[in-house]
């Protein structure tokens, strides 16, 4: 054999491994594109101008969905902090892998090292990983983003209102204050490197986050890369720098939802000086519908029924839009069921990397992304799975949405203004069912009229409880695994 000839053999031999899925990588190449998912928190459906916000700019996002797709049928696991960022990154309904609400810096469980997250997914492919932001899924170092796939992290690790400085304790003394909240750390790598965060600390998150983000992709422009950016506003406290302070039509709550945007334009600015832009999709959506309690501080779920804390579509049907400038079409528009389990198999497949060996709920979604004609939601067959902490709420299948009897939480009242929370007050529902097409904000209960709906509906449910358990009926699931504990 001629070297000329043992040489091409080689360098096929390469490339064919090269390509193969789970092979770790460390040269880039165009068949790895690079990911970067921002994540807003507790952001409502209608808060941004692309899903009809009537007072709030958001020139950046919008400019994404009219350069991408923009779904409408878009659901988060559970609408709580903790429970929705663990099915985001693992694929799985939060049930599933054992982390429920909102975990904080009492809780001694978090994320089991035996989940595998998308960054960990997409290391065998040889991305470079980072989150810059709100972590949430455990704050003891075992759990924290290092342990757990990510190459880089920086930022809180649980909410930015666990701390001793809320607006409705400020009365106490600091000694009584500090017995219920610690305060709040900064973290970087595995390392708390600010303690406490101050209110001047949390005017700039935004601001720093982006930063690190920007020289993320800078520093790894020639790498494939995972980029997840889950920022700690909206959620009260509401702090915003004071290049967007006085700037939004809303008053506070759009000044920090013009920062947001500002940031996304941002990181795309970023991507199109460094050549990324065609090799890039930027996903855009919220870990759970607006707090309601909060009035003027909170978002608007609008024409969507209820808000966080609630399995009603306003607080688990979040705005979603992603950008990938000549593979997924310009000016999109999804009215598919899908949702943020679905994130993790899409971009496993779009990056040839190996799926967990174990079950993940979530689905390819890529069909739907790419504009395939024909295409459906991968749920409509089984259904999509509604729980609010262990109890199976409802199911939603095509444009069918049947509510099993529970109780959830509503405004009694008028809401709370400037910082301060209303009160809510206990509801119940029945058996409802709902036509999500005709009847988005779910107001008319057609239960009666569609018998042959009502059963279908209740035979996935069936197959849900056995899999994942009902709390209400005390049913534990064959499917579900422990979280992690200390």
Same mark, same amino acid.
């Given at each position: ?7 091409a053999?080689?360098a096929a031999l390469a490339?064919?491994?090269l390509?193969?899925p789970g092979?770790p ?14 994540f807003?928190?507790?952001q409502?459906?209608?808060d941004?101008?692309?899903f009809?916000?009537?007072d709030i700019?958001?020139p ?11 779904f ?5 696991s559970?609408?709580v ?10 694929g799985?309904y939060?049930?599933?892998v054992?982390?429920?609400?909102a975990?904080g810096?009492s ?17 065998q492919r040889g991305?470079?990983?980072?989150i ?6 455990g704050?003891?170092?075992k759990?924290l983003?290092?342990q757990?796939?990510f190459d880089e992290?920086f930022g809180?690790p +649980?909410?930015?209102?666990?701390? $001793?400085y809320? !607006?409705?304790?400020?009365?106490l003394p600091i000694?009584e204050r500090? /017995? @219920?909240?610690p305060?709040?750390?900064l ?5 708390t490197i600010?303690?406490?965060?101050t209110?001047e ?5 935004t601001?720093?986050?982006t930063?690190h983000?920007?020289?993320f992709i800078?520093?790894?422009k020639?790498?494939p890369?995972?980029l +997840?950016v889950?920022?700690?506003m $909206?959620h009260? !406290?509401?702090?915003v720098s004071d ?5 939004? /039509? @809303? ?6 939802i013009m920062?947001?945007?500002w940031s996304?334009g941002q990181?795309?600015?970023?991507l199109?000086?460094?050549g990324?832009?065609?090799?890039t ?8 519908g607006?707090?309601?309690s ?6 608007s ?6 808000g ?5 579509d306003g607080g ?20 598919e069921v899908?949702?943020?389990?679905d994130?993790?198999?899409?971009l496993?497949?779009?990056a040839?990397?190996?799926?967990p060996?174990?079950?993940i709920?979530?689905?390819d979604?890529?069909p739907l992304?790419?504009g ?13 799975y509604?729980y609010?902490?262990?109890e199976?709420q409802?199911?939603?299948s095509?444009k069918?949405?049947l509510h099993?009897?529970?109780a959830?939480?509503?405004l009694?009242g ?8 209303g009160p809510y007050t206990?509801?119940?529902?029945g058996?409802e069912?709902f036509?999500l ?11 009666g009229?569609?018998?042959?709906v009502v059963e279908?509906l209740?035979k ?7 899999e ?5 009926l005390?049913?534990q699931?064959?499917?579900v695994r422990?979280?992690?504990k200390?």
């Open positions: 054999m001629s070297n000329q000839l043992f040489l053999v080689v490339v064919t491994t390509s193969e092979t990588l460390q040269a880039a190449d165009a068949s790895r594109p690079n990911f970067v998912v921002v807003a928190d507790d409502g459906y209608q941004l101008g692309c009809g916000s009537p700019e958001t950046n996002i919008d400019r994404m969905a009219r350069e991408g797709a923009r409408t049928n878009f659901y988060v559970q609408a902090c903790s429970a929705s960022r663990t099915a985001l990154l693992t799985c939060n049930v599933r054992g982390i429920l609400g975990l810096p809780s001694p469980i978090g994320i089991s090292n035996g989940e595998m997250t998308i960054a960990e997914v997409l290391k991305y470079s990983t980072a810059f932001g709100k972590w949430h899924l704050h003891h170092e759990f983003p290092l757990h796939g992290y809180l +649980y909410s930015n209102d666990m701390w $001793p809320h !607006p409705n304790v400020l009365h000694e500090l /017995k @219920r909240w305060h709040l750390p973290v970087e790598g595995n390392k600010k303690v406490p965060v209110p600390d949390q005017t700039q998150l601001t720093w986050y930063e983000a920007v020289k800078e520093k790894n020639d790498n890369f995972f +997840y889950p920022h700690s $909206p009260v !406290p509401l702090y290049k967007f302070k006085g700037k939004s /039509k @809303r008053g506070l709550y759009g000044d920090v920062e947001i945007d996304v990181i795309l600015e970023t199109k000086k460094n990324l832009d065609e090799n999709m930027v996903i855009y959506t919220s870990d759970n607006p707090w309601l909060y009035g003027n501080h909170g978002g779920a609008l024409p969507l029924r209820e966080k804390g609630t399995m009603w688990c049907r979040e705005p979603f839009v992603a950008r990938w400038p000549g593979k997924i079409p310009a000016g999109l528009e999804s009215k899908a949702a943020t389990i994130i993790l198999p899409t496993a497949k779009l040839g990397a190996k799926l060996e174990h079950t709920d979530g689905l979604i890529w992304l790419s395939k004609e024909g295409a459906t939601s991968p749920h409509d067959k089984d259904g999509y509604m609010y902490g262990r199976l409802a199911v939603r095509g069918w949405k099993f009897p529970h959830y939480r509503s009694q008028e809401p709370g203004q400037d910082g301060l929370p206990q509801k119940r529902t058996l069912l036509d097409d005709a009847d988005i904000s779910e107001s008319k209960n057609v239960v009229q569609y018998p042959e279908r209740k996935l449910a069936d197959a849900a409880r056995k994942l358990g009902d709390s209400r005390k049913m699931g064959e499917g422990p979280s992690g200390i």
